[in-house]
């Protein structure tokens, strides 16, 4: 593929009648606010993702500040109210949501209810859709893990097959839980570099294209949604 991530998942989202949830920095909308504005026309949720993306162990993080701005920007850039707020890195916290209570958003999705030893341990925490305060509006949905609390998003998509990602949405049906599947643009793009971990690279570009959608064909076109839509926005 010579184009970019963003246009492969238009026509694999076209090609299958999807809409999704994109989560976007505020960073990426100042300076791709073009690629910003056809996701929102093609009828996609975008959905705020902080400001810069460097938020695990970053010393100087201000939470409020990242929340804040991103919202003003994204929604700058579609004249539309930002209802969906996901930490970069997945660094959900209590203060987080406190903070996005109060500037007006109507969900997060920050919490991924597993273990990544560095990163954090949300193992004890619901797998399904839940208040995480009782004073606050904000609505929680987690990212999805498998039936034994492992990840089944993102990287481990490549890593361990699409087959896998499969068992386990499936899985998770059965038990009434909607499956919550991330990963990011630039994983449709294959990427060669010596200088990052194999994970990374491993199966980037038209392989995982192809998986996404035999993802998508292995539940069928209308068993896809956004995120806004999973809180009846």
Not at 18 to 30: H, L, S, Y
Not at 97 to 124: K, M, Q, R
Not at 138 to 145: D, F, G, S, T
């Amino acid at each position: 593929y010579s184009r970019n991530g963003n246009e492969i998942l238009r026509m694999l989202f076209k090609k299958h009648d999807i809409k999704a949830t994109f989560f976007v920095t505020g960073f990426f909308g100042e300076r791709e606010s073009q690629q910003v504005k056809l996701l929102h026309n093609d009828g996609h949720e975008i959905a705020c993702h902080g400001y810069h993306h460097h938020w695990r162990g970053n010393k100087d993080l201000n939470i409020r500040e990242e929340v804040s701005k991103s919202k003003e920007i994204i929604g700058n850039i579609i004249n539309k109210k930002i209802n969906g707020f996901r930490a970069p890195q997945l660094q959900y916290s209590d203060e987080l949501i406190e903070i996005l209570n109060e500037e007006g958003f109507i969900y997060d999705s920050s919490l991924h209810p597993t273990y990544i030893p560095g990163a954090y341990n949300n193992i004890s925490q619901p797998i399904n859709i839940f208040k995480p305060m009782s004073d606050s509006n904000i609505v929680e949905i987690p990212v999805a893990v498998s039936p034994f609390r492992l990840p089944i998003g993102w990287m481990f998509m490549r890593l361990f097959g699409i087959n896998r990602t499969i068992r386990c949405c499936k899985s998770l049906i059965k038990k009434g839980i909607t499956p919550v599947i991330y990963s990011h643009s630039w994983e449709l793009v294959e990427v060669k570099s010596k200088n990052v971990p194999f994970y990374y690279t491993y199966r980037t570009g038209a392989p995982f294209a192809r998986d996404i959608e035999k993802l998508i064909q292995a539940f069928g076109s209308s068993a896809f949604t956004t995120a806004e839509n999973l809180v009846s926005v």
